[in-house]
């Protein structure tokens, strides 16, 4: 494997207990590598616990979420690669080495992909799965777990899509996605993750619903006609539908008729529009 200057960053809210474990098991086993914990606004002992170790530490002054603070953590990281895990004991060291080997390989991000034995509860697997088949009908290629946490990047690559991420808990989907449509190499490796160690920061219904809506919001960036042909045809055929009922019954082209096909061409209209914007968005990350 070619040897590259790697950071391993763990954004924690909350962790001291987890990190105990896992900071000294990642410097035994990586001690030429930068650790840096992001503190995100704890009111336990994390920021002491990461003290302790000697680790490089970076401190919210208050809760900015995990998207933040894996923002922040890459924006400081030293590393040409950059490791993502969480603080909270889910994802093994161990598993670390077989990432950076496959990215080793040529690729530009490799993301830690569950078993579905990992998932905490039926609705939560059920859930993943519904995102990770919407996104892969999006970017065209396979997803094997859209929302793992536990991934390695290239840092330059990585870097150009931090405007992109979300502060919340949805970086893992909004890098992914953004890492298919510029073309960037993205590969899957299977782990078994961890139960993790005390509470969950997320909130099923709140935060499902947050994917949902980011996935759309990240697939009109992506492939803007994938989301509006499809609301367009759907326009169209009430239109269809609607003319042939009134011509049917009353022998004449009604205005509803008229007005769902005009919304049927509008709607393509603009995902055509949001398509040439999206390509210039990206062909002007691609020169910078």
């Keep these: 494997m070619e040897q590259q200057t790697l950071s391993?960053?763990?954004?924690?809210?909350?962790?001291?207990?987890?990190?105990?474990k896992l900071l000294p098991v990642l410097q035994e086993s990586y001690p030429d590598a930068e650790i840096l914990v992001v503190n995100d606004g704890s009111r336990d002992e994390t920021l002491e616990v990461s003290q302790a170790a000697g680790v490089k530490l970076i401190t919210h002054a208050y809760s900015m979420g995990n998207?933040?603070?894996?923002?922040?953590?890459?924006r400081a990281a030293k590393g040409e690669w950059i490791v993502f895990m969480d603080a909270d004991g889910q994802h093994d060291p161990a598993d670390i080495s077989r990432l950076l080997e496959r990215l080793s390989e040529g690729f530009d991000m490799v993301v830690g992909a569950r078993d579905s034995a990992s998932q905490a509860s039926l609705s939560r697997r059920l859930g993943n799965g519904f995102y990770n088949c919407l996104a892969s009908w999006v970017t065209g290629h396979r997803i094997e777990d859209l929302t793992s946490g536990f991934r390695v990047v290239r840092a330059k690559r990585f870097r150009e899509f931090l405007y992109l991420l979300p502060n919340g808990f949805s970086y893992p989907t909004t890098s992914t996605m953004a890492f298919f449509r510029a073309g960037y190499l993205v590969s899957y490796v299977p782990v078994c993750a961890n139960k993790r160690e005390g509470k969950s920061h997320i909130n099923l219904l709140k935060d499902g619903v947050r994917f949902f809506f980011i996935i759309l919001k990240v697939a009109t960036l992506?492939?803007?006609?994938?989301v509006f042909t499809p609301i367009s045809f759907g326009f169209f055929v009430l239109g269809i539908s609607n003319y042939f009922y009134t011509y049917m019954t009353a022998g004449q082209f009604t205005n509803m008729s008229a007005l769902l096909f005009i919304t049927s061409v509008l709607v393509f209209l603009m995902g055509l529009i949001s398509e040439q914007i999206a390509n210039l968005l990206y062909a002007n990350t691609a020169r910078q």
Excluded: D, M, Q, T
């Excluded at 391993?8 to 105990?20: C, D, G, M, R, T």
């Excluded at 998207?67 to 890459?74: D, E, L, M, Q, T």
């Design 8 to 20: 391993i960053v763990l954004p924690a809210k909350n962790e001291a207990s987890s990190l105990k």
């Design 67 to 74: 998207g933040a603070a894996i923002k922040h953590g890459a």
């Design 222 to 226: 992506y492939s803007p006609l994938k």
